[in-house]
Nanobody, 115 residues
């Protein structure tokens, strides 16, 4: 079992920055995929950014150039640095990990961007 705990969400003005953290209960170096998804009210959950065990990263088009995913293996923690935030980024952000054939999800952290 893999437990994921997100933190760092909050309220920020448009154009501001926020950094989310995802602490895992296992070595993140052993995970096949780890990253972030988000879900806004009335919308489907969508991919934000991920990285693989090999270090490849993948970003959704709406966040390219503004968000950066990173990790600290020693702390078993993944991060999402969010810059130039827009009201459209308002959503619950979820951490996700994949180990072999199983996906694990955190409970989410709310990010609200005001105009």
């Amino acid at each position: 079992q893999v437990q994921l705990v997100e933190s760092g969400g909050g309220l920020v003005q448009a154009g501001g920055s926020l950094r989310l953290s995802c602490a895992a209960s296992v070595s993140i170096a052993s995970l096949n995929v780890m990253g972030w998804y988000r879900q806004a009210p009335g919308k489907q959950r969508e991919l934000v950014a991920t990285f693989t065990r090999g270090g490849d990263t993948n970003y959704a088009d709406p966040v390219k150039g503004r968000f950066t995913i990173s990790r600290d293996n020693a702390k078993n923690t993944a991060y999402l640095q969010m810059n130039s935030l827009k009201p459209e980024d308002t959503a619950i952000y979820y951490c996700k990990a994949r180990l072999w054939f199983t996906d694990y999800w955190g409970r989410g952290t709310q990010v609200t961007v005001s105009s």
